[in-house]
């Protein structure tokens, strides 16, 4: 999975760094820690925005329970019912179909 710097990020969206850095203390973005360097995976972002769908999918597993490396494991994962990955998906405008998937996860 491709990932991204915080830097770039923010290059990608068009904010400062610490724009990004409250998205990710708020949620609205995942970020995990590699190497000493924080990095968001880059299907999250796409034309200069975070993907839709995204922020909410993020919460619904929250809530259910899931941590965040789990929250980026299911987001990646090949669903054959999708087709695709959830990630795929959202960037497909094909919220709703994720958003059933992500509710039945907390299950």
């Known amino acids: 999975m491709p990932e991204l710097s915080v830097p770039q990020v923010a290059q990608e969206l068009g904010v400062i760094v ?3 850095h409250q998205w990710i ?3 609205q973005l995942l970020a995990v820690r590699r190497d ?3 990095r968001v995976p880059a299907g999250f972002v ?3 925005e975070i993907v839709k769908g995204v922020t909410a999918t993020i919460t619904l597993l929250t809530d259910a329970g899931y941590s ?3 929250i980026i494991d299911w987001m990646h994962r090949e ?3 999708l087709p695709g990955t959830p ?3 959202l960037r497909e405008n094909r ?3 994720v958003k059933r998937r992500a509710q039945v996860a907390g299950f």
């Open 36 to 38: 000493g360097i924080l």
């Open 25 to 27: 203390r708020e949620r």
């Open 18 to 20: 610490t724009k990004v």
């Open 79 to 81: 669903d054959d019912s």
């Open 68 to 70: 965040d490396l789990e």
């Open 46 to 48: 796409q034309d200069g």
């Open 87 to 89: 990630v795929q998906a």
């Open 95 to 97: 919220g709703r179909e």
